[in-house]
């Protein structure tokens, strides 16, 4: 089965082609021509993944998946949010956003986070879609060189150590996206 993983991020590309069965040939939007830059207008990490995935299907009619994440922090109101790759401007510079991420919570002693993944499918003309959370806290400072995003500054509950600092294989077991991309793959194994 071809699947068109609707994403320009490499990282992301490489943490899901890890988890799939070798019977899914996962396809980039590289692969498949696509250089659009698809807008991503929704309030909602569903609504996003959803404007994607229909992108994809309606222009290049392939099957897709895509996804939208975004870090939770329960002492800001659930900011960043949808806001989160852009939460230090539209550079989507991930310095940038952990750094304005501590400064906001510079003196706060609530460091209650979540990362939320919310993933639409576009198979066969039907839409499913499959959303994974992961609890953690905020750190005072970054710690790790794995990962990206907001990895070095987020610590998953019942770990002393930050996503930046697990391999690819801990961190897929726990986190946000992996929780969703492994039910997206029990779902494609299924019908397979």
Partial sequence: MKLVFATN???KLTEVQKMLPDSIELLSLKDIQCFDDIEETAI???GNAQIK???ITE???YNCFADDTGLEVEALNGAPGVYSARYAGESNNSENNMQKLLTELSGKTNRKAQFRTSICLN???KQFFFNGICKGD???EKQGQQGFGYDP???PEGYNKSFAEMSSEEKNKISHRGLAIQQ??????SID
């Fill in 153 to 155: 500054i987020f610590q």
């Fill in 123 to 125: 198979l066969n003309g």
């Fill in 184 to 189: 997206l793959v029990a779902f494609l194994k």
């Fill in 138 to 140: 905020i750190l005072l």
């Fill in 9 to 11: 991020n490499q990282n």
């Fill in 44 to 46: 909602t990490l569903e």
């Fill in 53 to 55: 995935a229909n992108y």
């Fill in 59 to 61: 222009k290049f009619g």
